[in-house]
């Protein structure tokens, strides 16, 4: 049960600064059953005019319980999340095998270390630190297994496999790209996977972030 709600919308008016009539809108667009009685669907994504406020945590929170509420949680078409602008939403395991701080991961690249890279949703080439020295050595490292690829008798899957072993052993990279528009980094990867974004198949997890 939720706590029954003590103040009245000329109130709420008064003190956040929007209109009453806007407020009772803005109530009408989210919940406001269809002509023919269907429960509306709704996301509401929030960023950092509340992420970066005083009180986030009980504004999110009060967010959140409304899209709750109103049924909008766990249902296709609805969903409540930030709309992102850094890449902040990952689950990995824990970093007992890497410490902290975590080394970073364009700094291995560049030092020559790692192997298969996996690109997710992000153009390094745009967004690094240090761009242009990354993009050459991105593109020298990928090079070295494209044209141990090319060189792998075709048809012949265990030799194209061991071609690439033996480019990584070299200090070659191998790159895995997953995106829903061409990248610049895209261009030099050896994998492209497709991406669905929100809605666009069962199962697809709300995400925010603005390209996705």
């Given at each position: 049960?939720?706590p029954?709600?003590?103040m009245?919308?000329?109130?709420?008016?008064?003190?956040?600064?929007?209109?009453?009539?806007?407020?009772?809108?803005?109530?009408?667009?989210?919940?406001?059953?269809k002509?023919?009685g269907?429960?509306r669907?709704?996301?509401?994504?929030?960023?950092?005019?509340?992420?970066?406020?005083?009180?986030?945590?009980?504004?999110?929170?009060?967010?959140?319980?409304?899209?709750l509420?109103?049924?909008?949680?766990?249902?296709?078409?609805?969903?409540?999340?930030?709309?992102?602008?850094h890449?902040?939403?990952?689950v990995?395991?824990s970093?007992?095998?890497?410490?902290r701080?975590a080394?970073?991961?364009?700094?291995?690249?560049l030092?020559?270390?790692?192997?298969?890279?996996?690109?997710?949703?992000?153009?390094?080439?745009?967004?690094?630190?240090?761009?242009?020295?990354?993009?050459?050595?991105?593109?020298?490292?990928?090079?070295?297994?494209?044209?141990?690829?090319?060189?792998?008798?075709?048809?012949?899957?265990?030799?194209?496999v061991?071609?690439?072993?033996?480019a990584?052993?070299?200090?070659?990279?191998f790159?895995?790209?997953?995106?829903?528009?061409?990248?610049?980094?895209?261009?030099?990867?050896h994998?492209?996977?497709?991406?669905a974004?929100?809605?666009?198949?069962?199962?697809?997890?709300?995400?925010?972030?603005?390209?996705?």
């Amino acid at each position: 049960m939720f706590p029954k709600n003590r103040m009245s919308v000329d109130e709420a008016a008064d003190i956040c600064g929007v209109p009453a009539a806007d407020i009772i809108k803005a109530a009408e667009w989210i919940a406001h059953p269809k002509e023919d009685g269907a429960r509306r669907r709704t996301f509401t994504g929030y960023e950092k005019g509340v992420i970066w406020s005083n009180d986030n945590y009980r504004t999110i929170a009060a967010i959140a319980a409304l899209s709750l509420a109103t049924g909008n949680i766990g249902r296709e078409g609805g969903g409540c999340c930030r709309l992102g602008g850094h890449q902040e939403g990952y689950v990995r395991p824990s970093d007992a095998h890497v410490g902290r701080p975590a080394p970073s991961v364009d700094q291995l690249i560049l030092q020559g270390k790692g192997g298969i890279h996996h690109v997710w949703a992000c153009d390094h080439f745009k967004t690094t630190l240090n761009a242009s020295k990354f993009k050459q050595a991105y593109k020298k490292r990928t090079d070295l297994v494209k044209d141990a690829m090319s060189a792998a008798p075709a048809g012949d899957r265990d030799a194209l496999v061991e071609a690439i072993m033996d480019a990584i052993r070299l200090g070659g990279l191998f790159s895995l790209n997953m995106d829903i528009v061409p990248t610049a980094i895209g261009a030099h990867t050896h994998v492209v996977l497709p991406a669905a974004t929100s809605g666009e198949m069962n199962l697809t997890s709300m995400n925010g972030e603005r390209k996705r």
